[in-house]
């Protein structure tokens, strides 16, 4: 094993040390994933939550170690994985051979566009099986036995038609169903979910959520759930990063971050949201955050969202950069005021 | 037909998209993309057309511009059918009704400078003569839209995707018309994004006393520009009200179950009603009423004449044959009825139809 056995907490099932992504574009150092650091335990769903460019798929990719060293892009950090079987492994440090039995068995993916990630010219059979076999000794038969199965386990209507079915036959929500069907084939301890409903139908993802957190309470499977979508984070998650310009700038546990929020950016955001409630039906304007998120390439001075924020004082958030400081129990937030101000308050 | 006063008067609206197959292609079916849809918008007034993909909302908004030809209905705006018009009067028509798109990367044309895109309208409708007036012209559009003077001579690459909103609707906005139909607008921007551009189009609205077609699938940012509210389902309108009426208290038991699906912040426990399966095929929908191989509340009844709107409280009209429900408010929010009196009567009802909704 070259993946060296760091300590890894007794509950932690994966821990997140500090992790760094750059990627060079053009002339520039773009800093796509700027240190951040979180741990999630077995039966625990987190949300990491940001708007583009913040760095939020980034942090999933190489937690996968689906992004590749290279001239242009440099990796660091350590991604501590607990195995099913083999101890703890830094998922960076793997080689790609040992990558591969990682990922399916240990830890899996599904992403936003299913048609996408699906092969059109080959049955969903066909696909599922070729999962399941990579990873457990079974004949092809049995594969497709237990491709049966896991559809049949996730709802899906006439299940022995879908597996004879093309791709293109199926509709969204039906294919997003084959791909967690796939993520799932090998009883994977961490599931990566990278925006799994945000093409679909809110009734549609209504029938997902749903069955990820029943899938979650048979097997114990932790979730890591990639979302910019504050709504879906409220249903599903037990802790919340909000991550902006690269970086984590609050941990809070789900009930706090609505309740109380410590990060100007995280009450900013909510409260910019149109809802389904009385304040929304008086018509009056939402409360717009100025300006737009920043260019990975030159992140301004200071606070990185200090330019478009209520609270930003000249002199204090625009010098030296905020650390992550804890600001309640399992709450981190990067605001150099947190003392001061009460930026959810206002809503 | 009667002048009813409304800016645009929308009867039987229909768009069939013929199947062919064979080798001497016959007409094997329709879909029906867009079946039989009537409604009615006053000047100035903002109605919001919501659904799924595949309700047909979109084509709705195509056909009244006649950016799609419609298989049939009457479209009339100021009282004359546009569905008639030939190449002048539709040009014409233009210069009272426009679109701003979805995708803000896809619709600006990428070799152009943002005064060309802005101003292309103008020209096209011979409204200015000389280089000076049309940049004259989209100095004001752009000031509008707030963006910059600098902006002139860029191109769209150097756009944020807000700034690109921007520009479209400013492009919209250059030939002065009285309708804008505005299809996803916000759909494809951020979410700190998407509150400037609803409060930009609210302003313009107010401003300029624009009319406005508001098609999304989004029906909290609906919900937040809209008048009223009509909700489609399989090319059809399943329920048209006032906003307030409709959000409040639904009669349609598709809508209720689609706000219950829309997740709120901050609201982790509350009822959702889980639609089971997908949206059946609109190449053979369900006989009479569309919904009702999905619905909790269907009777045989529902299958035999398709429902027509009918009027259940002012201005609020359902396609719902059944009198006899009430339909649970199961939208968040703070005058939401106490949640156990609540979940009690939503159970009680699931019970009696096992295996069609459930509720969570």
Redesign the interface.
Known sequence: MSGLAPSLPPQALLEVDNLEVSFVAGSRIVQAVNGVSFSIASGETLAIVGESGSGKSTTGLAMMGLIQRSATTAISGEVRLRRKADGECDVLKLSGRELRKVRGNDVAMIFQEPMSSLNPVYSIGAQIGEAIRLHQHVGRAEAQAKALVLLKDLGVPNPEKCLTSYPHQLSGGMRQRVMIAIALSCEPSLLIADEPTTALDVTVQAQILDLLATIQRKTGMAIIFITHNLGVVSLIADRTLVMYAGQVVEQVPTGELFERPRMPYTAALLRSLPRLDNERLAGERLAAIPGSVPNAGHPPDGCRFHPRCDYSVEGICNGERPGLTACGTDHLVRCFRWREIEPGAAA | MTDTGALLDVQGLRKWYELRAGIIPRVTGHVKAVDDVSFQLQAREVLGIAG??GSGKSTIGRCVLRLIEPTAGEIRFHGKDISRYGRNDLKAFRRHAQIVFQDPFASLDPKMTIEEIVGEPLQVQGMVSTRRARRDRVAGLLQTVSLGLEYLDRSPHEL?G??RQRVGIARALSVGPELLVADEPVSAL???????I??LL?DLKDRFGLAMLFIS?D???M??LADRIAVVYLGQVMEIAP??SL?RGTRHPYTE????????????HRQ?I??E???PNSIDPPSGCVFRTRCRYARAECGGQRPQLRMVAPDHYTACIRDDISLAFV?????APASNEESSRVQGQVLGHPGIGRV?
């Not at chain 2, 951020?190 to 400037?196: G, H, K, N, Y």
């Not at chain 2, 179950?257 to 982790?268: C, M, N, T």
Request: glycine residues 12%; charged residues 25%.
């Open positions: 799924e993909s944020s807000g700034q951020d979410v700190s994004i998407q509150a400037q609803v409060n609210e699938h029906i909290a940012v919900a937040h906003k307030r959000l179950a689609l706000l219950s699906a829309v997740p709120e912040p901050g609201v982790r959702r889980v639609l399966g997908d949206v939208g968040g929010g703070k005058d969570v």
